[in-house]
């Protein structure tokens, strides 16, 4: 049973047209992680959630929002995405922060910007 | 210097040959380490954990060396299905990435 469930499998938006990917897990996992993923690129880490507590990575576009409203799910807004935003997008799990416990990946959801 | 470093390969074996990939960490206070595999468009899947006296699981095996800093993995007698990329993590206060390590086995 996936325990990470990313909705939907692919995004397809316009230039400039905001949309929200979801991320949910039956973990209850303390740590949630949103990453970008480039082809033939390492994933980038955007930002992650600990509990409740947001931790956003310095070089993270404005453009890139998240919200948490529960341990279970996890919200990942792009307000206005450019031809540059368009990527795979993980989303991911770990017990806690700084363990030793690896982390656990959803499907992913790829996006394409018209 | 990147956190961790690996050779993209591609590495190209025929079936049943025994590959090794390296990878090497840059931050000695790095604590955790791990091997994913990850399919052509699809999400980083845990391969396994690398502990400090080594561990096995099958055909793979994976070495840490603190003191030179790298890790490795080890695929013994490989598989078509083992076509994929392999992507070195290491946990320090967040997950670092590698490129990843392109495998082809052939037929």
């Known amino acids: 049973d996936a325990m990470v469930i990313q909705n939907p499998r692919y995004q397809v938006t316009q230039f400039g047209k905001p949309v929200t990917l979801s991320c949910s897990q039956t973990?209850?996992?303390?740590?949630m992680y949103w990453y970008q993923q480039k082809s033939s690129q390492a994933p980038k880490l955007l930002f992650h959630?600990?509990?409740?507590?947001?931790?956003n990575e310095a070089d993270t576009p404005d453009n890139f929002q998240s919200r948490r409203p529960n341990t279970s799910f996890c919200f990942l807004d792009i307000r206005s995405p450019g031809l540059g935003d368009a990527a795979m997008y993980l989303c991911?799990?770990?017990?806690?922060?700084?363990?030793?416990?690896?982390?656990?990946f959803g499907d992913g959801t790829r996006l394409s910007i018209l | 210097r990147k956190e961790v470093e690996q050779d993209p390969g591609p590495f190209n074996v025929p079936e049943g040959a025994t590959v090794a990939f390296n990878c090497t960490y840059s931050n000695s206070a790095s604590q955790s380490f791990f091997w994913y595999r990850q399919d052509c468009r699809k999400e980083p899947k845990l391969l396994m954990s690398v502990y400090s006296s080594g561990n096995e699981d099958g055909r793979f095996t994976a070495q840490l060396n603190r003191a030179s800093q790298y890790i490795s993995l080890l695929i013994r007698d490989s598989k078509l299905s083992d076509s994929a990329t392999y992507l070195c993590v290491v946990m320090r206060n967040q997950f670092y990435f590698g490129t990843g390590t392109s495998l082809t086995v052939i037929p």
């Open positions: 991911a799990t770990s017990r806690d922060w700084g363990s030793n416990q690896p982390q656990h």
């Open positions: 959630y600990y509990d409740k507590d947001f931790n």
């Open positions: 973990l209850n996992h303390n740590v």
